[in-house]
């Protein structure tokens, strides 16, 4: 059973920058032909794709978040990490990580997600 779990700041301030750490069980995240993502929802909104790492590393970007997110990941511990830099308060969200056969919108290809976590970014 693959499982994922979210950790992050709870909360940050504006301007600053904040992590967000998947772990994975069940499945590494090195198998190739899977996508290890990152997906936000904020309060009263849908779903949103931030980024996504493939098996071999490579990573993708939302188009609107690019300039402002990076992502990485430990492989002997089977975690990726999102960075989000210069937050405000509309980056005030519960963020999923989660493993799909793809990047990018189309919920239905994401079959195993975290729980989430709540991130609000106030002063």
């Known amino acids: 059973q693959v499982q994922l779990q979210e950790s992050g700041p709870g909360l940050v301030k504006p301007s600053q920058t904040f992590s967000l750490t998947c772990g994975v069980s069940?499945?590494?995240?090195?198998?190739?032909?899977?996508?290890w993502n990152w997906i936000r929802q904020p309060p009263g909104k849908g779903l949103e794709w931030m980024a996504g790492v493939d098996w071999s590393g490579r990573p993708y970007y939302s188009p609107s978040l690019t300039s402002r997110t990076s992502l990485s990941r430990d492989t002997p511990r089977n975690r990726f990490t999102l960075r989000l830099h210069f937050v405000t308060p509309e980056d005030t969200a519960v963020y999923y990580c989660?493993?799909?056969?793809?990047?990018?919108?189309?919920?239905?290809?994401?079959?195993?997600w975290g729980q989430g976590t709540h991130v609000a970014v106030s002063s």
């Open positions: 069940g499945a590494s995240i090195t198998t190739s032909g899977y996508y």
């Open positions: 989660a493993r799909g056969e793809a990047v990018g919108v189309g919920w239905g290809n994401y079959k195993y």
